[in-house]
């Protein structure tokens, strides 16, 4: 059998450590972090050719920012992702400010962002920001700290953090204009992830739209909207994709899968998953029997 182990020491040299973040492929490496960092008045950031890393900052307070030659008044609790070569100005005159920070640099940020929606060098107000300020207090800990793997923990709570602030950003131009449906989504989540584990029940649209006391017309409405299909089609694909896992990795009969994922009729089932995997049940876990098998031979050389 051929094993390959990286061991990784807590001591190492800057270039060992840039060898093990390009084998392990780290999405974000950190520079440098602060939290609840104050500043006086007399005090202010001016980088004319920005930094050579990216910079995301949180302000507590008002503070005045440089964008593009244009001096704007940013009011407290917001933030800004300033891309490398970015040019940097910020300060508050009357009063000084404080702000949360950190510096990084990781692999097609550029395009990783732009897939998240979230514009660079440009000040968001956030009201839900709390999350901000945790986050940035955490992952200073794990900088200061140093402890083992410290970079693979903080490089997947940044993308875990950055991919939160692109929801919420999101829910905010979808539905700025509408603080009706900016509650109802939170709702309509919750009564999916009811649904979604429980999907032995016999679900009706009537009892799904109770959930969020709505009729079942305005329910279906609003679902579609959310999340891009159907409450039918959304519990029928959820069914499908249980029926997969427990076919290929449980020791269960087709009926009994049928019954845990909400089908009395196993005909029914049966024609169901046809339709969704292009395999009947029985094929599905002859076919991941298979494929198991033939992976465990290839693991042992």
């Known amino acids: 059998m051929v094993r390959m182990h990286i061991m990784v020491k807590r001591a190492v040299t800057k270039k060992q450590r840039r060898f093990i973040l390009e084998v392990i492929k780290l999405l974000f490496e950190i520079h440098d972090v602060g939290y609840n960092y104050k500043a ?15 910079l995301f900052l949180f302000f507590s307070t008002e503070v005045k920012i440089r964008i593009h030659d244009e001096l704007i008044h940013v009011k407290p609790n917001s933030f800004i992702l300033y891309e490398p070569g970015e040019p940097q100005l910020y300060y508050n005159n009357d009063g000084g400010f404080t702000n949360d920070y950190f510096h990084f640099m990781g692999r097609h940020l550029s395009h990783y962002f732009l897939r998240l929606g979230l514009v660079v060098n440009t000040p968001y107000e956030m009201k839900d920001y709390n999350f901000i300020r945790f986050f940035v207090r955490k992952i200073e800990k794990e900088f200061i700290r140093k402890d083992l793997f410290w970079e693979e923990r903080i490089s997947s709570q940044m993308e875990d953090f950055f991919i939160g602030l692109a929801r919420l950003h999101k829910y905010k131009q979808d539905y700025s204009l509408d603080p009706y449906k900016t509650t109802m989504i939170e709702k309509f989540k919750a009564a999916r992830e009811e649904i979604f584990t429980n999907l032995s029940m016999d679900w009706t649209i009537d009892e799904m739209a109770d959930l969020v006391y709505l009729s079942r017309s305005r329910f279906s409405v609003l679902y579609k909207e959310f999340f891009g299909c159907s409450p039918k089609e959304d519990l029928i694909q959820a069914r499908m994709t249980r029926a997969k896992y427990l076919l290929a990795s ?52």
Do not use: C, W
């Open 250 to 301: 449980s020791t269960g009969s087709v009926k009994e899968v049928a019954e845990k994922v909400g089908y009395d009729n196993i005909y029914h089932f049966s024609k169901q998953f046809k339709k969704m995997s292009g395999h009947s049940p029985r094929k599905y876990v002859e076919l991941s029997k298979n494929s198991n098998i033939e992976i465990m031979s290839q693991a042992v050389l």
């Open 40 to 54: 006086n008045s007399l005090f202010r950031i001016e980088r004319p050719f920005g930094s050579e890393d990216y």
